[in-house]
């Protein structure tokens, strides 16, 4: 059974700093991870996607790793601003149909 | 191209209750997936519609049913309601069935409350 794992829960940091968000996985064969936004009491919005046969996946000032054979994937934010305050999730294929997410890392960017 | 709609987007509902979740799939998406998000935690799936048949289900009692039309629009609906039932419930579309092959699009999800 995957599961997943993110660390921290939570996240305060002052505007401009760059955000390192991780995520865990316990099992290695997987074909993909993604990366999704969630403001409060919103859906999900996919910001990256990463084949398991890619190293990372860049947009704008997004930036996510992924390193299978450790189980781990890292977003990065760079130059953070008070928009970018959300919930992220990380999500991996849990089988053949579903995606087995984590909890979740509450950013809150500090004008 | 219309994204993956979602209604209503509140309910309040009482123990006992049964309601109805609707789903529009983004266009060109054949295949609609149900998940449960509980405050503070990430999505649990529930169950997965291809071609009007279901797919796949997670760990959810029988009281949670679904349908998937022509149109591949979708239906949960949940009968008997439990306080526990009280969560986000987010719909999500894509191209091919299983998240291993394509990218989940997700709707604004349905908030419900049962009291």
């Known amino acids: 059974k995957q599961e997943v794992t993110q660390i921290p829960a939570a996240l305060s940091v002052p505007e401009g700093e760059n955000l390192v968000l991780n995520c865990s996985f316990t099992d290695s064969a997987i074909y993909n991870l993604q990366w999704f936004r969630q403001d409060p009491g919103k859906g999900l919005t996919s910001l990256l996607l990463i084949q398991s046969s890619q190293r990372e996946q860049t947009s704008g000032r997004l930036n996510a790793s992924l390193d299978k054979s450790s189980g781990r994937s890292t977003l990065y934010i760079a130059a953070s601003q008070p928009g970018d305050s959300a919930t992220y999730l990380c999500?991996?294929?849990?089988?053949?149909?579903?995606?087995?997410f984590g909890a979740g890392t509450t950013v809150t960017v500090r004008a | 191209e219309t994204g993956v709609t979602q209604s209503p987007t509140h309910l309040i509902k009482t123990r006992g209750q049964q309601v109805t979740l609707r789903c529009s799939s983004q266009?060109?998406?054949?295949?609609v997936s149900w998940y449960q998000q509980a405050l503070g935690q990430g999505p649990q799936f529930i169950f997965q519609y291809y071609r009007e048949e279901e797919n796949g289900r997670g760990n959810f009692p029988p009281r949670f049913s679904g349908l998937q039309f022509p149109n591949y629009s979708s239906e949960l609906n949940v009968n008997a309601l439990e306080l526990d039932d009280s969560a986000l419930y987010l719909c999500?579309?894509?191209?091919?069935?299983?998240?291993?092959?394509?990218?989940?699009?997700f709707g604004p999800g349905t908030r419900l409350t049962v009291l």
């Open positions: 266009s060109g998406h054949n295949t």
């Open positions: 999500a579309s894509s191209f091919h069935r299983g998240p291993a092959r394509d990218t989940q699009y």
């Open positions: 999500a991996v294929p849990g089988g053949d149909y579903k995606l087995s």
